[in-house]
């Protein structure tokens, strides 16, 4: 039962991105002379990027501290990664902001192109002008736009919470902006990494931690330390949540 309700699921899903370019594409065009950070074509894709999220009707999805969001400012928002459900989840979030991604998904037809024409960030983290390419949300973010980045890297196969690189960190570090967890849990066992099945019932939290300055901080490792920290305090919060739910 799994496996064909997870392939009716992912089945409407892609044909989503079929109709979703042509609409993209078209306000991208029109609104290309004003529309600097693609504000417009951008929530034509987290309005069917969510859609993943409510395909599957008994996954129950809990936001918590939406009320630390400041609207209007710009942060590097920092979230864990569990599984591909993150992104469509993080997209239920009811703000917008720009991911930093590997540039291997920008070549990927019609989703690639569709997430360049929604403005969002490519990173080269394969070659020397890697730490250079992650910068450019700079801009971004001093206009006010938010940006997601995965400090991780990668998924954590294993649910355990793999190192920050120090990427994003440093350019918070040298450009005085704020960052601002966002902890994922139970995503893990919505669909296993590596797999495309999904569980038909399961419980997932997303919470929304207050923002770090790192002005608060005497070094770069000191800031990258305590935002690790919150994570892992908050994980366990989260994971006891679940927990008494199941």
């Not at 294993?158 to 994922?184: S, T, Y």
């Not at 019932?201 to 770069?220: H, T, W």
């Amino acid at each position: 039962m799994a496996k064909f309700v997870s392939a009716i699921v992912w089945g409407v899903y892609g044909l989503s991105f079929l109709v979703m370019f042509p609409l993209v594409l078209f306000t991208f065009v029109l609104t290309y002379p004003f529309d600097r950070y693609r504000k417009l074509a951008n929530a034509i894709l987290m309005f069917f990027g969510q859609s993943f999220t409510y395909l599957n009707p008994f996954w129950k999805i809990e936001m918590k501290g939406l009320e630390n969001y400041r609207k209007g400012e710009g942060c590097i928002f920092l979230g864990n990664h569990r599984s591909f459900v993150d992104m469509p989840l993080l997209a239920r979030l009811p703000w917008q902001m720009k991911w930093v991604s590997k540039k291997e998904l920008f070549r990927i037809p019609v989703a690639g192109w569709i997430l360049k024409m929604a403005g969002h960030i490519s990173i080269d983290r394969g070659s020397p002008e890697a730490r250079k390419s992650i910068y450019k949300m700079v801009p971004y973010v001093e206009a006010g736009v938010p940006v997601m980045v995965f400090p991780e890297g990668t998924r954590s196969k294993d649910g355990k919470l793999k190192p920050f690189k120090r990427g994003a960190f440093l350019v918070a570090w040298e450009h005085k902006l704020p960052v601002q967890p966002i902890v994922i849990t139970g995503t893990e066992k919505l669909i296993r990494p590596g797999s495309w099945v999904m569980k038909l019932k399961g419980y997932a939290i997303v919470s929304i931690l207050e923002r770090i300055s790192p002005e608060d901080f005497e070094s770069l490792e000191e800031f990258i330390d305590y935002t690790f920290n919150q994570f892992t305090e908050e994980l366990k919060d989260l994971r006891y949540r679940l927990s008494k739910a199941a």
